[in-house]
């Protein structure tokens, strides 16, 4: 039997080891790789063979989102599937939009993880119960006119994130293999595009947007 290899990520140490114990009862699946974070889980996934990755929409460092972006890009033969404490249409878009297969609601994961797993690894979409309606649903309300926001780049949200989990500039350029002056720039380029004057700001967009927690 071809067993399936999977990427766990979460930065709750609890709630990684829920996922491992379940997904490794299950006949075929190993838990070959773990993360504590959307960087972490973008590195292990390059490192090695993972046949589905399973991995927090909300995490330091890089989000989920981001993550699952960065893995889908650059391991396309790797599943994505989100897990998330949100029951919102806004997430559910944006984790279509990056690549992931599938979103599955923490709140469910008893009941909804596995049959998620076996629908991704067939190549089916997996939405919870109710996700449809509550898509369609933030997808019509009327658009709040924050257009600004739309004009970030993926590298400037990323340079936001760790902006607001207070990192240097320093900091920030290592992590992201970029020069300090690089980083800089974009954060001069960030704040003329929000019309914003500082970190508390940024720290303020950052949790509006769902790239760090309160």
Not at 200 to 205: I, Q, S, Y
């Amino acid at each position: 039997m071809t067993r399936t290899r999977i990427l766990v990520a979460d930065d709750h140490p609890i709630v990684l080891a829920g996922l491992r114990r379940l997904l490794d009862a299950q006949e075929g699946f190993d838990v070959v790789a773990e993360a504590a974070d959307g960087l972490e889980a973008v590195e292990r996934a390059l490192a090695q063979e993972i046949d589905l990755a399973i991995v927090d929409v909300s995490m330091p460092r890089k989000t989920g989102l981001q993550a699952a972006r960065d893995i889908t890009r650059r391991r396309p033969g790797t599943r994505v599937l989100m897990l998330s404490m949100h029951a919102d249409g806004q997430y559910v878009y944006e984790a279509l939009a990056v690549g992931a297969s599938g979103y599955v609601l923490k709140t469910a994961i008893d009941r909804d993880l596995i049959a998620a797993c076996h629908a991704t690894l067939r190549g089916e979409p997996f939405l919870y119960p109710d996700a449809e309606r509550t898509l369609i649903r933030e997808r019509l309300r009327p658009d709040d006119g924050d257009e600004d926001e739309q004009e970030l780049s993926a590298r400037e949200l990323e340079v936001v994130k760790l902006i607001a989990e207070a990192y240097s500039n320093d900091e920030i350029a290592e992590l992201l293999v970029i020069s300090k002056k690089t980083v800089e720039r974009h954060r001069a380029n960030i704040l003329e595009k929000l019309g914003m004057r500082d970190r508390v700001e940024l720290t303020r967009f950052a949790i509006r947007r769902g790239l760090v927690e309160p």
